[in-house]
């Protein structure tokens, strides 16, 4: 059975760092695309960020390129998202997602997802 579990959110201050972290448990690592998601209040959830299996090539929504890196390290099954210069827009529930192609992955019907993670942040 696969599991994603999300850490790291917290509350900061704008212009702040955080590094979220999603350890996976199950017959994904290293062989599954995994990215991140978030959602805020009244909205609906969006694409963040996704890598490859390799970790070779990632992919970033345009709200936070150059902002925030995602990485993973296969030997720890954890994919990572650093975030930097944290804006208020940014505040929403992360979540952790795997699927099978990047594509999958991608997009808003990932197979697997995790709980998520508060990140607020203020102004």
């Known amino acids: 059975q696969v599991q994603l579990v999300e850490s790291g959110g917290g509350l900061v201050q704008a212009g702040a760092s955080l590094r979220l972290s999603c350890t996976a448990s199950?017959?994904?690592?290293?062989?599954?695309?995994m990215a991140w998601h978030r959602q805020a209040p009244g909205k609906e959830r969006e694409f963040v960020a996704s890598?490859?299996?390799?970790?070779?090539?990632?992919y970033y929504a345009d709200s936070v390129k150059g902002r925030f890196t995602i990485s993973r390290d296969n030997a720890k099954n954890t994919v990572y998202l650093q975030m930097s210069d944290l804006k208020p827009e940014d505040t929403a529930v992360y979540y952790c997602?795997?699927?099978?192609?990047?594509?999958?992955?991608?997009?808003?019907?990932?197979?697997?997802w995790g709980r998520g993670t508060q990140v607020t942040v203020s102004a």
């Open positions: 890598m490859t299996w390799s970790g070779g090539t990632s």
């Open positions: 199950g017959r994904i690592f290293p062989n599954y695309p």
């Open positions: 997602a795997a699927d099978s192609t990047i594509v999958s992955v991608s997009g808003g019907r990932a197979r697997y």
